[in-house]
């Protein structure tokens, strides 16, 4: 009998865990860097949500606009998010999959295909932000850090080493940053990677406590910040209802 592949999104399952749930107070607002085909937002616009989504790729941003352009309470913006700003930096995108396209060149697959933009998230008009979501192939970090005074309540991230070395940070080292910064963290962990725009294997959720995923694995990690005024065991309590049990 073959294994049934088990599904998981994390921001969907922080999303209903956290916010629908009514766990944790918000004013339905989201930021997604590294928006892709709006897989994500997509249910956050459908909810009422005012939604910011940034994506570099002409392609990937050319489509939102043709999909979601009609939302009254979503704004995409067709550039990368990182710690520095500049206007002309290398986009590397590849035929095996859309989905690690990056400014990162990592893959034997990328292809130069065109500059871009990159801004920081403290240059957004507001000053309170209920969640982030990060996905930007290896500079992740680079966008949190980009935060400035902003202070998301919960914010999932991805994480995978064999993107970040290259950058100088582990999984390890980001979850230790988020941690200073206030966030309680749990990691979701998916074993490693076959092949990129595959079938991918999840396998756990657990709170970090100082001991990072495996370094051959990848995944996401959410993270909660302490001003929501909730203890770590009901978040937990909540996320384990969301998220299927190995």
């Known amino acids: 009998m073959m294994k049934q592949t088990v599904k998981v999104d994390e921001v969907d399952a922080a999303r209903e865990a956290l916010f629908d749930s009514g766990l944790i107070e918000h004013n339905k607002t989201m930021v997604d860097v590294g928006a892709h085909k709006g897989t994500s937002f997509g249910p956050f616009v459908r909810a009422g949500w005012d939604v910011w989504?940034?994506?570099?790729?002409?392609?990937?941003?050319?489509?939102?606009?043709?999909?979601?352009?009609?939302?009254?309470?979503?704004?995409?913006?067709?550039?990368?998010?990182?710690?520095?700003?500049?206007?002309?930096?290398?986009?590397?995108?590849?035929?095996?999959?859309?989905?690690?396209?990056?400014?990162?060149?990592f893959h034997e697959s990328h292809e130069l295909s065109e500059m871009v933009a990159t801004r920081r998230l403290d240059a957004l008009p507001f000053d309170e932000l209920d969640f982030l979501k990060i996905d930007t192939e290896g500079f992740d970090r680079n966008v949190f850090r980009s935060r400035g005074a902003l202070v998301p309540k919960v914010?999932?991230?991805?994480?995978?080493?064999?993107?970040?070395?290259?950058?100088?940070?582990?999984?390890?080292?980001?979850?230790?940053?988020?941690?200073?910064?206030?966030?309680?963290?749990?990691?979701?962990?998916?074993?490693?990677i076959v092949r990129y725009g595959g079938d991918h294997s999840w396998r756990s959720l657990f709170r970090?406590?100082?001991?990072?995923?495996?370094?051959?694995?990848?995944?996401?990690?959410?993270?909660?910040?302490?001003?929501?005024?909730?203890?770590?065991?009901?978040i937990e309590a909540h996320l384990i209802e969301a998220f299927p049990q190995p």
Do not use: C
Not at 55 to 84: C, K
């Open 155 to 192: 914010i999932v991230t991805e994480y995978e080493d064999n993107k970040t070395l290259s950058l100088g940070y582990s999984a390890g080292d980001y979850a230790e940053e988020l941690v200073a910064a206030g966030y309680y963290v749990w990691a979701s962990v998916w074993n490693p």
């Open 53 to 105: 989504a940034f994506e570099p790729s002409t392609v990937m941003y050319d489509g939102l606009i043709e999909r979601y352009g009609h939302w009254r309470n979503l704004q995409v913006f067709p550039v990368a998010v990182s710690d520095t700003i500049a206007d002309d930096v290398s986009f590397f995108v590849s035929e095996q999959s859309t989905g690690i396209s990056s400014l990162l060149d």
């Open 208 to 234: 970090y406590t100082g001991s990072a995923p495996e370094t051959d694995t990848w995944g996401n990690y959410v993270a909660v910040h302490e001003s929501v005024g909730i203890d770590p065991a009901t």
